[in-house]
């Protein structure tokens, strides 16, 4: 099982209404449901389960598949940096 698998899943897009196509996030960590909403094949992402789940519809412009395939990819690419404990130390010292 990879990192990626255990931070979050992800359902198959399915129709939420004609010509509309949605589908189901569930995260572990709140600020991937942040990331996923900034990539530009997401119409829309409607918060659910307070913050650890979201319904993420697909702009019309691209292809459902595509695009579910496109968040799962840059979801894994972001995942696979992996920092040592110092670092992640450091960041909450600064913050």
């Not at 909403?37 to 598949?65: H, K, M, Q, W, Y």
């Amino acid at each position: 099982m990879s990192k990626a698998d255990q931070k979050f899943t992800m359902l198959e897009p399915v129709e939420i209404e004609r010509d509309r196509f949605a589908f189901h996030f569930s995260t572990s960590e709140a600020d991937l449901i942040d990331f996923v909403s900034t990539l530009a094949c997401v119409r829309n992402v409607t918060i659910l389960d307070e913050g650890r789940a979201a319904l993420v519809e697909i702009d019309n412009e691209f292809d459902p598949d595509e695009a579910w395939h496109w968040v799962r990819t840059e979801l894994e690419d972001e995942l696979a940096v992996q920092l040592d404990d110092i670092w992640y130390e450091a960041v909450k010292w600064i913050l």
